[in-house]
């Protein structure tokens, strides 16, 4: 009667300490990628140059090189957060915003990474899409174009899933979450089932990596 009792508390145990294990994992990744977008859009305003956070399959890296396109589902897409401007100045000692690398969503030379982060699939099951790889904060703290990428679209989305897809975790919270900085440059987490839902189809094919 002892191993017939043990043996059901441990059914109903393990499942739930891994579901526990699952939502802590995209709980931390979702914060993760706020926090960092949170920093780029403050650094930007009190250093009054531009920051970028953008994706990227080596956040570890001397150089790390941006991704600024696309992505969907990866497990190997961290993140960098740099000042992208490489701290020329004028006679003045004003910042020289015009030069070719500034702003263009790419680390160039001389350009300060100011935080990284690997990717959440390094350590889970956490899987990485985005619409946009890149987002470019100005010195009013609103977003910015860099070059021609991924404009004109002004919503950047980070989708955050694992083998669970985008079904329904507890109550009306989904077990995915996304991540939006919309063109005022406010990151947030969106984690009800109806938010989450909704922007899935404005990836395209992305229905496949978060069924």
Not at 139 to 145: A, E, L, N
Request: glycine fraction near 10%; charge should be neutral; hydrophobic fraction near 40%.
């Amino acid at each position: 009667m002892t191993l017939v009792v043990g043996g059901i508390l441990l059914g109903i145990g393990v499942p739930n300490v891994i579901e526990f294990n699952r939502n802590a994992s995209m709980t931390a990744a979702a914060n993760d990628f706020v926090t960092a977008a949170l920093l780029a859009r403050t650094e930007a305003v009190k250093r009054q140059a531009p920051v970028t956070f953008c994706l990227t399959d080596d956040p570890m890296a001397a150089t790390p090189t941006c991704a600024p396109g696309p992505v969907f589902g990866s497990l190997t897409r961290g993140f960098v957060v740099f000042v992208d401007e490489n701290n020329n100045v004028d006679a003045d000692g004003a910042r020289i915003l015009t030069d070719g690398t500034d702003a263009n969503g790419a680390i160039d030379a001389g350009e300060l990474i100011l935080s990284r982060r690997a990717a959440p699939g390094s350590t889970s099951s956490v899987r990485v899409s985005a619409n946009c790889g890149y987002t470019t904060y100005s010195q009013t703290g609103f977003t910015r174009r860099a070059g021609a990428l991924c404009w004109p679209n002004p919503d950047r989305i980070v989708l955050l899933c694992d083998d669970r897809g985008r079904k329904r975790a507890i109550g009306d919270l989904a077990a995915a979450r996304v991540v939006r900085m919309n063109r005022g440059g406010r990151p947030q987490v969106l984690s009800e089932f109806a938010d989450v839902d909704g922007w899935v189809p404005s990836f395209p094919g992305s229905n496949s990596n978060v069924p």
